[in-house]
């Protein structure tokens, strides 16, 4: 027999002979979520021993409470993971870093019977919104955190509704969660410049991700002290949403101005090879013209003509640390992976010698 969430916390359907009292509302008269409902019944997560016995007077004043067979299943686990990534469809079809990223963390999954569960969401709030439901549903034993932001609520709010995560950035002891990613993020960037000033670039500009990304601050710290340790000022650090669209803007605007950049470093590789693309139609040969650089060292780079010069941070190893880290929290005799390594440039032929002045 299988329980469902209505067994186990009421239903908003209406009764034909008694209104049963619900979970929404014992939360509403409350002044809490139902999230909080399910962690006071199931003496999870960080509630204040205040907010607890409110919520659980509430309940019994109300006549409320869930069904012991169904709270049983409820709390069993689901051997299923969330991956949450906020993005829309568009960009996220066009961006191979996922994929990798996902076959990285499938490659630990499967082979232990757990599965993964992906939801697209389009902001901050529709996320929060996301792990509070999936929390009160149990419907995972955990979630992997994408886009560490420079200021990012999520960790302390999964560590509030107690469901185990892990969040994919540099690694911070800080966090409310544990992170896993290449350290030094900056160090790959630093790499890039220190190749283009060796081929005589002095006009280089940056295509860079959202600003309240926390490896898109890294980054753009690193590039713009590389350049300022040579004496060099970048032509210019313009931020996207990482879409196509908005990467071939980013290009036509650098390329549309007198002193043009003669280097672009782009924030992925997807938007390098719509840059490259978005030159290569203005007229300019690459890396004759404009030497082009991505950043993640996805396969697509390899395949290119010219071949993309590219940083590699071997996005499947970091997606299969960050399951690996993360079933451990979920109670599987699992060792986690040590990332020591740091983000390193590869070369290839979409960089060469800087040319002595614009073409015409």
């Not at 990482?242 to 002193?259: K, N």
Request: aromatic share 4%; glycine share 8%.
């Amino acid at each position: 027999m299988n329980a469902s969430l209505d067994d186990t916390f009421g239903t908003d359907e209406p009764d034909r002979t008694a209104r049963r009292p619900t979970i929404k509302a014992v939360a509403a008269a409350a002044g809490v979520s139902t999230a909080a409902v399910s962690q006071a019944f199931n003496d999870k997560g960080r509630l204040s021993s205040a907010t607890r016995r409110r919520i659980l007077d509430t309940a019994l004043e109300l006549g409320w409470s869930p069904s012991a067979p169904a709270a049983a299943l409820r709390s069993a686990r689901t051997r299923t993971l969330a991956l949450v990534v906020r993005r829309p469809t568009d960009v996220l079809g066009a961006d191979p870093h996922f994929s990798e990223l996902i076959t990285g963390i499938e490659g630990e999954l499967s082979p232990r019977g757990y599965g993964l569960l992906l939801h697209l969401v389009a902001g901050a709030q529709e996320e929060n919104v996301l792990y509070e439901r999936l929390a009160a549903e149990g419907r995972v034993d955990g979630a992997v955190l994408t886009d560490a932001r420079a200021v990012d609520p999520r960790p302390a709010l999964l560590a509030r509704l107690g469901l185990p995560a892990v969040l994919l950035g540099a690694p911070d002891r800080a966090a409310a969660v544990p992170s896993v990613g290449l350290g030094q993020q900056g160090a790959g960037v630093e790499e890039v410049v220190a190749h283009l000033l060796r081929l005589g670039h002095r006009r280089i500009a940056y295509v860079a991700g959202p600003e309240e990304l926390q490896h898109t601050r890294l980054r753009h710290g690193a590039f713009d002290a590389a350049l300022r340790e040579a004496g060099v000022r970048p032509v210019a650090v313009l931020h996207t949403d990482f879409s196509e669209v908005s990467a071939v803007a980013a290009t036509v605007a650098l390329l549309d101005t007198a002193d043009r950049p003669t280097a672009i470093v782009y924030a992925n590789d997807s938007m390098a090879v719509c840059g490259m693309g978005a030159a290569q139609r203005a007229g300019l040969r690459v890396p004759r013209d404009l030497s082009v650089v991505g950043y993640d060292n996805l396969p697509l780079g390899r395949w290119l003509h010219p071949r993309l010069t590219t940083v590699d941070q071997q996005v499947q190893r970091v997606g299969a640390a960050a399951a690996r880290v993360l079933l451990a929290r979920c109670g599987e005799d699992v060792e986690a992976e040590r990332l020591d390594d740091r983000p390193r440039l590869v070369v290839r032929e979409s960089t060469g010698p800087a040319p002595r002045r614009p073409a015409s």
